[in-house]
């Protein structure tokens, strides 16, 4: 399954400072989503120009999704918060997905599973 996280700033985010000035906590978010990176499970990720992030997961479940997130040490010290999102990719440039049915289609889809 595929998640969306939407990284934001945390209690204990540093006001006035950069992800790139906000010190270990973020050095170790980064090391954390190289890792999973080369894991396979962080398929895209990245701060945005405003602020916060996201990352693309892919995981077994919402649970496994979370506790990955929930180890990472930008979040462990505050210094970020997460909101987790499934995502049901319609359209999917990287696995060249493209859905072809209609709208009640995919809502028959959705419920079945």
Known sequence: ??????FSYGPNWQTGK???QQGPPIDGHLESMRRRFDEGVLLLGGPFED???IAVIE???EEEAAT???LDPAVMAGVLSYRLHRLH???DAFASVRTE????DLAVQRQEG
């Open 101 to 104: 049915v209609s709208v009640a």
């Open 59 to 61: 995981a077994p479940g």
């Open 89 to 91: 990719a319609y359209f």
């Open 68 to 70: 990955l997130l929930d």
């Open 1 to 6: 399954m595929r998640f969306v996280t939407m």
């Open 18 to 20: 950069t992800v790139y």
């Open 51 to 53: 602020g916060g992030g």
